[in-house]
């Protein structure tokens, strides 16, 4: 089996069309659908289906898929491991981030980093902490920021402590105190993040055994601080969130320190250009 039939296959699924695969990686749209047959039929199963949102895994494909990811992610570390033995520092790295770190870390990073190795192409997917964390797992990327969490199919390098805030419209009574009692969130409807944006959120409820009055859920922060600030509910969010908060929302401590971390998520096998990069990122910010 060839290397590209790999590549072929995994791009197929990851953009779920062949016409879009082809111009990607450069080959016509029979070339692509040759590369799918013959590979399933070398395998002797089925690998992909058609239907209206185009091209779906089989059982079996998804099986296939996991493995032909971990392949290319080989093959790809292989490649940037004989660069670097030859003293040449290039390659591509998939990193994964969420929207408050890439409003307010990637362009730093990209900056520095791009300064000192011209040859390394960054590429940045913004998802929640769920999908990304899946993503690294499965080989989709090759590194991603992420929060503490107890998902152990990953490696997590901490970073920092992003302080949690209780935030409220200056027009909501609770912005004339300085601090927010944990028992009293109960008593305000609140603006939550949707599952999979929410992992410091639930974890803070949780650990309070704290039952919300959930008004509404939103996944974007800029949403969640616009009904804040709208005086429709409360809300909690970490500090590197709230960077740029507008002047009308209040931001109220809790009686005890409650945070989260903040972390770069990876395999244990990484590759050369991976691993210059989180010696990048942990220079700048790893303060724990």
Same mark, same amino acid.
């Given at each position: ?52 949102? @185009? ?31 030859? @003293? ?50 499965? @080989? ?54 949707? &599952? ?10 949780? &650990? ?81």
């Amino acid at each position: 089996m060839s290397i590209q039939r790999y590549e072929v296959f995994n791009k197929v699924v990851q953009l779920k069309n062949i016409t879009k695969a082809g111009l990607e990686l450069g080959l016509t749209q029979s070339g692509v659908s040759h590369a799918l047959k013959s590979f399933e039929e070398e395998l002797g199963i089925p690998l992909l289906i058609r239907n209206r949102t @185009g091209l779906q895994l089989t059982n079996e494909g998804e099986r296939v898929y996991e493995y032909t990811l971990r392949i290319m992610q080989t093959h790809h570390n292989l490649l940037q491991e004989v660069q670097t033995l030859k @003293g040449l520092k290039t390659g591509t790295i998939k990193v994964g981030s969420f929207a408050s770190v890439t409003s307010q870390w990637i362009p730093k990073i990209l900056n520095i980093f791009s300064e000192k190795y011209p040859g390394i192409t960054v590429e940045i997917y913004e998802d929640d902490y769920k999908s990304l964390e899946k993503a690294v797992s499965t @080989g989709e990327l090759d590194i991603c920021f992420t929060t503490d969490s107890d998902n152990k199919s990953i490696e997590f390098i901490p970073l920092i402590k992003d302080k949690l805030h209780c935030i409220v419209s200056n027009e909501n009574p609770l912005s004339k105190q300085k601090i927010m009692k944990v028992r009293d969130i109960e008593k305000y409807p609140l603006i939550k993040p949707k &599952k999979g944006w929410d992992n410091e959120v639930e974890d803070f409820f949780n &650990k309070n055994q704290i039952v919300p009055t959930v008004k509404y859920e939103v996944s974007d922060d800029q949403s969640i601080l616009s009904l804040v600030q709208a005086n429709i509910g409360i809300n909690i969010r970490p500090e590197l969130v709230l960077k740029n908060a507008p002047s009308t929302i209040t931001l109220l401590d809790f009686e005890q320190e409650a945070y989260r971390i903040i972390g770069l998520g990876m395999n244990e096998q990484i590759s050369p250009a991976t691993s210059i990069f989180i010696s990048t990122v942990t220079d700048l910010y790893q303060a724990i």
